[in-house]
């Protein structure tokens, strides 16, 4: 804010001007400080200049004069900051010497009864409240009157040039915002958002939200690429930017192409599994089913070692221990154990038999051959009991 560097001189004012605002009425009677009404409230942009206009006059008189040979005036201009109204020298005119703030400075030269404060380069803090007092005294040294008035000024901004933004991506079909914003404005700025020529239009609301600055365009398609404009503007000045937008086609036709090609690849891929699970289903199946050409027929055991029975095809269905189904037998001759592969051959399957648990076998009935059994003992042979089959092939 304006102010003056600290002094001794300094403080000697501010104790003066507190100690003449404590002096009793008549004098202020004697002697007056105006301002115009119209002018009481005043309004100037930033960087310019403004003039805050003030004068005094005697009591009595009619209309502003040229000040008189005795008049010794004492001006001082205080700007009152903030909310607590904190007291800061603007201007100080005493025993003919002037001392102010560099861009403040009295617009008539002293002595003058007009003692209007012009103030230059203005910024936005030097809005506020501003007071002018003045103490007049004769030759002698003696008051003859003081008077102050306040005035209220307000620096107004024109917007900062704003910046201009593409949210989205735009595609033919979606949806994308401009977004427009102005850094300093006072008043608050304003927003419009146009389309430049060859294709001039000018949005408004819903499309357009004219505090935030924003436009929200939806389904483009591709009448809709051009220059977009967006203005800042309030009550003392504007500034703009502008974006470019430019609806494609392309990339949006890769990407469903691109989609198409992925949808067919997992389709191609899930395939090649289903076929890769039945191949390995196949190849476990056909092992269990296939005859193998080169297998070795099973041994056939020596007619010793057991009654093996042979079944009417010739193969061996089963092997059955003869120990616990011999009869008791006496003293074997030499040789009587091993039976002629002739005789042997000629055993054919006697007819189903009843079984009985725990009994030895009965002897065999002669044969389809003729030959009885009591010849056969004679001969060697061993009796043998021959499981019966059923029709399906089994052993019962």
Known sequence: MISLPGSPAT?????????????????????????????????????????????????????????????????????????????????????????????????????????????????????????????????????????????????????????????????????????????????????QWVRSPPSSQVFFAPVLDAIHGSLSLKNLSTSMSGVYVCKAHNEVGSAQCNVTLTVSTGPRATVVAGAVVGTMVGLGLLAGLVLLYQHRGKALEEPANDIKEDAIAPRTLPWPKGSDTISKNGTLSSVTSARALRPPQGPSRLGALTPTPSLSSQVLPSPRLPRTEGAHPQPISPGPGGVSSSALSRMGAVPVMVPAQSQAGSLV
């Open 11 to 191: 403080s000697l004012l501010r104790v003066l001007f507190l100690g003449l605002t404590t002096l009793a009425s008549p004098l202020r009677a004697q002697m007056e400080v105006h301002v115009s009404t119209s002018l009481t409230k005043l309004q100037a942009v930033e960087g310019a200049e403004v003039v805050l206009p003030a004068w005094y006059s005697l009591h009595g008189e009619l209309s502003p004069t040229k000040p008189k040979p005795w008049e010794v005036p004492t001006v001082m201009w205080f700007f009152l900051e903030g909310k607590d109204k904190n007291m800061s020298q603007v201007l100080t005119y005493i025993g003919q010497v002037t001392m102010s703030e560099p861009r403040a400075s009295l617009v008539h030269s002293m002595p003058s009864r007009n003692v209007s404060l012009r103030l230059r380069d203005l910024q936005e803090k030097d809005s506020g409240s501003y007071l002018c007092f003045v103490n007049l005294q004769d030759n002698q040294g003696t008051v003859k009157g003081q008077s102050s008035k306040h005035l209220e000024l307000n620096v107004l901004v024109p917007p900062a040039p704003p910046s201009c933004h593409l949210r989205g991506v735009a595609h033919v079909g979606t949806n994308v915002t401009l977004s427009c914003q102005s850094p300093r404005s006072k008043p608050t700025a304003q927003y």
